[in-house]
């Protein structure tokens, strides 16, 4: 039985996590719930799985859920600092790491667990977006094994070969006869929406998405497609990619997850119902396919399944992020980090939905930050200025 941190423990992939664990209960002992602010969830967390650990990033919620674990003389130990969780990630009480805190904010932790030569589960794709390189070469180094969870990445992992599935980061794509990566999104729940009324666009009506149960932050970048373009740079550094070798490809059923193509001909897919439930199993289950609770696809009650190209007009953020892909670390992680100020900005009702794209293209183009991009802190002070930016661009209402 292996001991299981879980990073992002009240958000919707730390609950698919430990349904997983429900399922399958002699694999997995939860060691450690980490999360940023949730203090009732974490506290219910805590009741019912009874972890040794408990951490809250937020210092008023760590001491909130300290008080409430008292007065029911829990044994679980919340942790006093980050550096306490980061001690805890890379000592021997861990085994595997469920790296599912969402933005910029996982990124050390789950850094320190790589370092350490943990067994990562891969679910912060900002982890890779803000520090692909740097992240892929400690995975190298430490000999960390890494399993992707993203449903697309998860899915390109499943259909690729042995060799390439052990040389992640590094992949020989051509010489293993892969000829592209087709990398799947629903286009979120305004994929038919004319593009005159993207303006009235409420918070409500984006965080509505038609096939995945989701938080609001990533239902939002999933209808701006922000999601998919974060994804297709996280793509880029777990499967090294080149820009002709990997593709976005909009299929609103989200029933393929994402596919590979290859130099025969072939196209491997993998394809199942909508639940975060299936990749993780499948990571957690190792070298065996384990039960995830999951329906198994119906084919003969099933929609049609349709293909497209994006729509750039539409989708302007997928655009900003396929761009930045490719012109360095400083864009990936100033994109992320005016995308997360963005996106709360509009979930609290101070920017419009096309302000968003805006923002971030502002922030983008103004960056002039020249650290050097060899550390987690030149990295993690990429992302404080560009969110300061963004926040004295609203503040200023410099947005059209």
Known sequence: MKNLAILGATGSIGSSTLRVCATNPNLYQITLLAACRSVDKMFSLCRLHQPKYASMYCSEARLNLREKLRNVSSKTIVLDSEHELLQ??????????????????GLKSTLAAVHAGKEIFL???????????????AVKSSGAKLWPVDSEHNAIY??????????????????QGVRKILLTGSGGPFINKPLNEFSFITPQQAVRH??????KKISVDSATMMNKGLEYIEARWLFNTRAEQLQVI??????????????????????????MRTPIAYVMGGTQRIESQV????????????????????????KLAIDACYVGQQATT?????????????????????????????????????IPECSIEALLEIDLQSKLAAQVIIEQGLLC
């Open 210 to 215: 038609p096939n995945w149960s989701m938080g």
């Open 250 to 275: 909009i299929h609103p059923q989200s029933v393929i997850h994402s596919m590979v193509q290859y130099k025969d001909g072939s196209v491997i897919a993998q394809m199942g119902n909508a639940d």
């Open 295 to 318: 329906d198994s696809f119906d084919f003969f009650n099933s929609p049609s399944l349709t293909f497209m190209a994006p729509d750039f007009q539409r989708f302007p953020c997928l």
């Open 158 to 175: 499943q259909a690729l070969s042995a060799t390439l599935q052990e040389t992640l980061g590094y992949c020989d794509l051509s010489g």
């Open 123 to 137: 679910a912060n794709k900002e982890a890779l977006v803000m520090s692909g390189q740097l992240f892929m070469d």
């Open 88 to 105: 805890l990630l890379a000592s021997n009480e861990i085994d595997s790491v469920m790296a599912a805190i969402v933005g910029g904010a």
């Open 334 to 370: 100033t994109l992320n980090a005016s995308n997360e100020v963005a996106v709360d900005a509009f979930l609290n009702g101070q920017i419009k939905f096309t302000q968003i794209a805006e923002l971030v293209e502002r922030v983008l183009n103004q960056s002039k930050c020249n």
